[in-house]
């Protein structure tokens, strides 16, 4: 069992930076997907960002200004967010996939508001 949770989150303004975190607490060395989402009330959660052992992908409205990276160290899965825009403003969440639970376990989100 992995349960997650996520902080970082925050109001920025326009241009800004962020970097969200989800600490695991089980070991996630074993993953297969790491991906953050993101949720806009009466939207469809969207695919942020994700890697695998062997790529990363970037959905278009981020790529080159979000990065996500693992730190093995301190159990967690990053999200650089630079460069914010007020349509970035979203609940974010991270997502781990394993071997045994191919779905991935969700963590309950951080607020992330983009505004002047």
């Known amino acids: 069992q992995v349960q997650l949770v996520e902080s970082g989150g925050g109001l920025v303004q326009p241009g800004g930076s962020l970097k969200l975190s989800c600490a695991a607490s089980?070991?996630?060395?074993?993953?297969?997907?790491l991906g953050w989402y993101r949720q806009v009330p009466g939207k469809q959660r969207e695919l942020v960002a994700r890697?695998?052992?062997?790529?990363?992908y970037y959905a278009a409205s981020v790529e080159g200004r979000f990065t996500i990276s693992r730190d093995d160290a301190r159990n967690t899965v990053d999200l650089q967010m630079n460069s914010l825009k007020p349509e970035d403003t979203a609940l974010y969440l991270c997502?781990?996939?394993?071997?045994?639970?191919?779905?991935?376990?969700w963590g309950q989100g951080t607020q992330v508001t983009v505004s002047s």
């Open positions: 997502n781990v996939a394993t071997y045994t639970n191919p779905a991935g376990y």
């Open positions: 089980g070991r996630i060395f074993s993953f297969t997907v």
């Open positions: 890697m695998t052992r062997a790529s990363t």
